[in-house]
């Protein structure tokens, strides 16, 4: 096995050969060229959640630090193919999206995609575990943000470790901060427009770490409603000790440890049991709540049932050996 100093490196130069990470020109606009309206994707980016074992809802991930800009993305690709002036309109799967610690209207701080626009998280979600309750023509009004299997996540400001990705009942990918699933407004029309807080009473922009901006901290990191205390009681490793959390829907595994901004990065996410894309690698796991680490595909082998993050997989003996993990 390569060592921690060059294996990411090895493993980025095999990703881009293998064009998983390869950014692509589009024309400009949310239809055009690396976009994928949801529902459009090509079956082998969109597998079902079955829970059946096998990888199916195994996704590469790249989490870069720094804004797409910073990271030489190209022009006219990922939240770029939004211009200003133009609204969301639909959900669109990209190659790359930004999330950046910013400040829109009175809202300081917030999360703002990489055109500068707005994100928002919905009370009627939850968090712990991951779930999105926005479809239909509610996923019209308020758009969410997609990225492909393979994509980049840009972190500018906010925590790798609060970043993670679901899968929504449509097959598309949700990118989530804080376990919550983030949006677009479709009548935010430019950049600094806040014109969702407040909506409804259940809309608001989003903080780095997943609160509503704007308002008094949660107080959890759960729904509006609570979910404490649904998860199994078995927790032994991660973060949890004491009272269990809710399971786990999600994960993103590190290759290093402390969930470094711009090292090499596989989402995971479905129920029951899902392989890992590259078994043996991970030194650090976020997830938003609790789930059982395997040592062998299939959910075989060795296990670790954890609650929450975890900085060093080797603090509870299983650094280089998640190959499976069991959600729900």
Known sequence: MFSKNTRPAMLLTSFAAAGVLLLTA???????????????????????????????SAMELSLRSGTAEQNNAERRTGDWANPPGKPATKPVQR??????????????????????????????DTAQPSKSNCAGACATTWPPVLVNPGGKIFVDGVQPSDVGVIKRDDGTRQVTI???????????????????????????????????SGRPADGGTGSDEGTEGTGSG?????????????????????????????????????EGCQNVAR????????????????SKADCKGESKVINGDVADLA??????????ITFG
Request: proline share 6%; hydrophobic share 30%; with cysteine.
């Open 26 to 56: 589009c024309g400009g606009g949310d239809d055009g060229g690396d976009a994928k309206a949801a529902g459009d994707a090509p079956a082998s980016n969109t597998p079902a959640a079955d829970g059946q074992s096998g990888g199916g």
């Open 95 to 124: 190659t790359w999206v930004q999330l950046s610690a910013s400040r829109a209207g009175d809202l300081n701080p917030v999360v703002v995609n990489g055109a500068g626009f707005t994100l928002y998280r919905f009370d009627k």
């Open 178 to 212: 804080g376990g919550w699933p983030v949006y677009r407004f479709s009548k935010d029309t430019k950049p600094g427009d806040t014109n969702g807080q407040g909506v409804g009473g259940t809309w608001f922009g989003v903080t780095p770490d997943g609160q509503k």
């Open 234 to 270: 078995e927790g032994t490793g991660g973060t949890g000790g004491g009272r269990a959390a809710a399971p786990a829907t999600s994960a993103i595994l590190f290759d290093d440890a402390n969930f470094p901004g711009d090292g090499v990065a596989q989402g995971v996410a479905g």
């Open 279 to 294: 078994p043996k690698v991970a030194s650090s796991i976020s997830a938003s709540g609790s789930l059982k680490l395997w």
């Open 315 to 324: 603090t509870i003996g299983f650094d280089n050996k998640t190959s499976s």
